[in-house]
């Protein structure tokens, strides 16, 4: 439950940035104007997946992807939006059919990959991460989702060489050094777990002290 606790590799795509509530109004109200237009409806069903609304959105995204089954973008939203609401299954469908549409659609890849390791499919999981670095070899995130396959595997030398390589390509981002914790975490080594809550300190500090609340404070 622990290691869990520090696991945050499951995060919303960059695209999704923050939407204001009188935006989500004016999009809603442009909907209203015209219902079934697909760009629409994937306009709006993406400010609901910002604001965590992601069973709404996947109403949106059904009708949109109806008329537009090929629409890379709609399915992609639809499959982050399942991956918010824990329907696993039907996340990794729609992302294999991004994929099928973009094969090089590197986020797509990393959250199939998460995707195969939360169902307990490691070996999928790690051909799925070693497409995705065979587009992308400096992609910090990738490096995260094969140590994490790594870790679930037992093979801890492998995991420890992928976090560390996350760590090279993306010093002063939270996630490599979260998942660095979790390693000393699985290992027993509180030295090194030390050193990562102190880092993380000024990287996450919300991160730093659930890592401080659990292990260093006195």
Do not use: W
Request: net charge negative; hydrophobic share 40%; aromatic share 6%.
């Amino acid at each position: 439950m622990l290691l869990k606790a520090l696991n945050v590799n499951n995060k919303l795509p960059e695209e999704l940035n923050t939407v204001t509530f009188d935006e989500v109004e004016r999009r809603e109200e442009v909907l209203r104007c015209d219902p079934e237009n697909a760009g629409k409806l994937l306009d709006l069903a993406l400010a609901y997946i910002d604001l965590q609304r992601n069973a709404e959105a996947v109403e949106l995204l059904d009708r949109c992807i109806q008329d537009r089954s090929r629409d890379a973008a709609a399915l992609y939203a639809r499959a982050v939006a399942y991956l918010s609401l824990n329907d696993y299954r039907k996340a990794g469908n729609d992302f294999l059919r991004v994929l099928v549409l973009e094969p090089e659609n590197v986020d797509a890849h990393r959250h199939l990959g998460v995707i195969q390791l939360m169902l307990g499919k490691e070996e999928a999981a790690m051909k799925t991460i070693r497409k995705a670095l065979a587009i992308d070899p400096d992609c910090a995130d990738l490096y995260c989702v094969l140590g994490d396959v790594h870790l679930d595997l037992c093979e801890y030398d492998q995991a420890k060489e992928a976090f560390d390589k996350a760590v090279e390509l993306a010093p002063e981002q939270a996630e490599p050094h979260c998942k660095i914790a979790m390693y000393y975490l699985s290992r027993g080594d509180m030295k090194g777990l030390k050193r990562e809550y102190e880092l993380l300190k000024t990287l996450d500090a919300s991160m730093a002290e659930q890592i401080g609340s659990l292990f260093f404070t006195t």
